[in-house]
């Protein structure tokens, strides 16, 4: 087996996720890929849940198109799912004794019924274990190798003791008995076992990648309000950084939480926070504040499909307007968007280094599928990356302490409350060298080009961005965010089928990497863009700074493009 | 609470910045009571952080030479808690107004003040906004005439901050008048000594703005807590804050208790799992290894 993706479906709260996770961990555990894509009701309990994984040999790129797979719970996930079960693909369904009340038979889709409601019920006499009952079934259909499902069950209960072991690998051994005892496996789908001595292996989530990429880059500081889907950054901190001796604080409101992390960051610390696109609606005046009075700090946004409360649940890259231009007056930023989870770490510790850097506020911007998937990635290493801390003050005898001084780079140096002689006022205010407040023209002048200065070069200080595919192109994509996994697999279908294809692979959005755009562009007969928003962000905001003509590819229905879906719309466009 | 190690005077802790407010402002007192307090407690500079909101009285960063944030309109709280969180060896002192603390910024009060957030806030309490030119504020009386309200304020109630400061926890809790300077300046210096969040209302009348609510209005009614107050007891304090007796208006320190503070229960809890600045994160890294 190269590829294969099943995905669970069925009611909120009833154990698809934690089945899901046991799948994902057990394939890992027999040195397979995985990566997993989840979609939540709004709700805590009820509504249609769905926990989807792809394992491969190879390196996973996007959670797929469709799946192989199917393992339905309930009517409800039959449903949903009914048109996506094309021939050659499989349905394992709760038949009978669950919700499903008819035998199901669809021309050219392996059905294998499991009565995973009854079993657990009347066998094991206890309805919970339905989830395990699946995944005791799956793992013999698709051979999951049993021992790595038996190792994670012993790794996630152990602690809960040898009776709550025991009765999850019985209901695991009755899903299993079921199959062999009731089916005669006709589809071709396997899993099996890979060798993968190269690689030192760790499963995490976009979401707990952000929170170890911060750690690694020196924040002990977080400030939070609950929001979905970014919550479980603050969570993924609240347990760390403690340990480090850091501080979490979950304040009254978003408006206090920034303002806490600019305290902290104007108190010395390397600070953030996380949330998601009504929390960041409401830091925009602060993180005016922090260009103003040129404050490092790190917001992460996981977005979620807007505009207002919106789609809490779903998947939409529709903040970037608000990243690059949210707030009043003219305010430097940095806007960057990480492709997958490995890349989130690595952009985390890049955003920490560019805001101490450049002393502006820096967002990143994940969204709801890239934080809540998990995939097995690389163990990084905390020590290989390179870290950067903000230019400090030292007094050298030379007249007063310039916090704002005007210079060539427009970085001037910081002092720290309780450094001696470093006494300033940090101001929203316009304000002259020392900080005092100032209102003349020439000042707002020569403040403003020093806040922007800092920025001006830093597409060339920044690694190149990453060309996909070389020579010319009939077609050349431009995408971000984690819409740049299904580019980098559509335009791999699209290369194997013999098109004229590339992509770049920008993870600097704002300020608009102009140089890198337009050199692409350059070897492109058309230029496409695809992103999960309705107005084309990206596109708008490279229209923006370049005359280029884009074509627009607007999909914005909570859930990401898939690659067979953009593969189709190259072939149409090209 | 550190020291300076040169002996400083009230006057070392003026900065060069010229004071923009209106002459006879009540914040002139207010300034030099807090340059005296902090002489009083020989606060070093370089270890002293002044915050504020915006609107007059919240200018009083600039005329100290400590450390300052001159943040947003109703956040000083949030960013005062953010620095003495990023640095709790910082002595960090809150100013601002009555609109700043209690209209825009009210959302805040109740959860620094329930958490016992290791700060001084000093609200200069005039009653009406002065920076926009004179509208009504949450303290201002009900049907208070102002330049939005020409037919009178239509609010029922008005805040009442002492009250609104005990009911969510303070744990000290004092007014003054900016017409006593020296009662001032040791109410200020009592509220920075005191462990925890610590409240101090500044009667500081406007002259331009408020006719009703003057210096001569005050320095009739204003009158010192009585002898016999406890300020240990919480009921008293709420009874003291909200019903003085008729045309009077109680100073002095109404409420003062000794608990646990935000700094303190964040200490606690790192010691508790053991907290180690050069914890591994590779131990993070290894949890999540399938």
């Known amino acids: 087996m190269s590829d294969l993706i099943i995905r669970i479906g069925g009611e909120g709260g009833e154990g698809i996720i934690s089945s899901g996770d046991m799948v994902a961990q057990a394939a890992a555990r027999s040195g397979l890929n995985i990566l997993t894509f989840k979609t939540f009701p709004a709700e805590i309990r009820g509504g249609y849940a769905m926990y989807q994984i792809r394992f491969s040999t190879d390196e996973i790129k996007s959670e797929g198109s469709g799946f192989d797979v199917m393992c339905a719970f309930n009517q409800e996930a039959l449903d949903k799912n009914r048109s996506a079960l094309k021939p050659g693909t499989v349905l394992v369904y709760d038949y009978p004794g669950g919700d499903i009340k008819e035998e199901v038979n669809i021309d050219g889709v392996t059905c294998y019924n499991l009565p995973m409601s009854q079993i657990a019920k009347k066998e094991l006499e206890m309805y919970r274990a339905k989830n395990m009952v699946a995944l005791g079934a799956l793992s013999e259909l698709f051979d999951i190798s049993s021992e790595s499902v038996r190792d994670t069950i012993h790794s996630k209960f152990g602690k809960k003791g040898e009776k709550v072991v025991g009765i999850n690998l019985n209901a695991i051994e009755a899903g299993a008995k079921y199959v062999r005892e009731n089916h005669k496996k006709t589809d071709p789908f396997k899993m099996g076992k890979a060798e993968r001595a190269d690689k030192d292996v760790i499963i995490i989530s976009g979401n707990n990648a952000a929170g170890l990429g911060a750690l690694i880059a020196g924040c002990r500081f977080l400030s939070c309000y609950p929001i979905t889907p970014a919550t479980e950054v603050a969570i993924f901190m609240s347990k760390y950084l403690p340990k480090l001796d850091g501080t979490l604080v979950q304040a009254e409101d978003e408006i206090a939480s920034i303002a806490n992390v600019i305290g902290a960051a104007f108190a010395g610390q390397k600070a953030m926070t996380s949330t998601s696109g009504p929390g960041l609606s409401l830091m925009q005046e602060f993180l005016g504040y922090a260009s103003m009075a040129e404050i490092p700090c790190v917001v992460v946004d996981v977005q979620r499909g807007g505009p207002s409360t919106g789609l809490p649940t779903k998947h939409e890259q529709s903040d970037l307007f608000m990243a690059a231009h949210g707030g009043h007056g003219d305010a430097p930023r940095i806007v960057l968007s990480p492709e997958n989870v490995p890349d989130v770490i690595d952009i985390m510790v890049q955003a920490f280094n560019l805001a101490e850097k450049y002393q502006v506020p820096v967002l990143v911007l994940t969204d709801g599928s890239l934080g809540n998937r998990t995939e097995s990635i690389q163990a990084p290493d905390p020590n290989s990356y390179e870290i950067i801390d903000r230019k400090r003050y030292a007094p050298n005898g030379d007249g007063p302490y310039k916090r704002y001084e005007l210079n060539e780079s427009g970085i001037s140096a910081m002092s720290h409350p309780g450094d001696a002689d470093g006494a300033y006022i940090a101001t929203g205010l316009e304000h002259f060298e020392t900080s005092a407040p100032g209102y003349t023209p020439e000042l707002h002048v020569s403040m403003s080009d020093k806040r922007f200065r800092k920025l001006e070069n ?117 | 609470m550190t020291t300076a190690t040169v002996p400083l005077k009230a006057k070392d802790y003026r900065s060069e910045v010229k004071v923009v407010w209106c002459p006879g402002c009540g914040d002139y007192g207010v300034l030099n009571s807090v340059q005296k307090a902090f002489a009083e407690l020989q606060l070093p500079i370089n270890n002293t952080v002044a915050v504020s909101g915006i609107g007059c009285s919240s200018r009083l960063p600039y005329f100290l030479k400590t450390y300052g944030f001159h943040s947003l309109h109703g956040r000083s709280l949030p960013v005062g808690a953010g620095i003495k969180l990023g640095n709790p060896d910082l002595e960090v002192v809150v100013f601002g107004g009555d609109g700043d603390g209690f209209s825009i910024g009210g959302g805040h009060v109740p959860h620094v003040v329930r958490k016992n957030t290791d700060l001084t806030y000093v609200v200069m309490d005039n009653h ?115 019903n003085p007796p008729a045309g009077k208006t109680y100073t002095g320190i109404f409420y003062k208790a000794s608990k646990p503070t935000l700094i303190e229960n964040l200490r606690a809890m790192n010691k508790k799992v053991g907290a180690d600045k050069n914890y591994d994160l590779n131990k993070i890294i290894d949890a999540h290894r399938p």
């Open chain 1, 458 to 574: 830093i597409e060339d200080e920044l690694p190149p961005i990453e060309v996909q595919g070389d020579g010319e192109a009939d077609l050349g994509l431009i995408s971000w965010g984690s819409t740049l996994g299904t580019v980098r697999e559509s335009v791999d279908m699209a290369i194997a089928a013999g098109m004229k294809v590339k992509a770049l692979h920008p993870k600097l959005v704002w300020p608009v990497p102009v140089k890198a755009i337009t050199e692409f562009a350059s070897g492109c007969k058309k230029i496409l863009v695809p992103e999960i928003n309705k107005q084309g962000q990206l596109a708008e905001i490279i229209r923006s700074k370049t005359d280029l003509h884009l074509i627009q590819y607007n999909v914005y229905g909570g859930l990401p493009i898939t690659p067979d879906e953009l593969f189709e719309k190259i072939k149409e466009v090209i």
């Open chain 2, 128 to 242: 009406i906004y002065g920076l926009t030119k004179g509208q009504v504020s949450p303290t201002s009386s009900p049907g208070f005439v102002a330049t939005t309200t020409p037919y009178g304020a239509p609010d029922t109630t008005s805040v009442n901050p002492l009250a609104y400061v005990l009911t969510f926890g303070g744990t000290f809790v004092a007014q003054c008048f900016s017409g006593n300077p020296k009662q001032t300046a040791e109410i200020v210096k009592q509220a920075i000594q005191h462990k925890g969040f610590s409240y101090v209302n500044i009667i500081s009348p406007c002259l331009t703005f408020n006719k009703i609510d003057t210096f001569d209005f005050y320095k009739d009614s204003v009158a010192e807590l009585p002898e016999d107050h406890d300020n240990g007891d919480l009921v008293q304090a709420l009874d003291k804050a909200l």
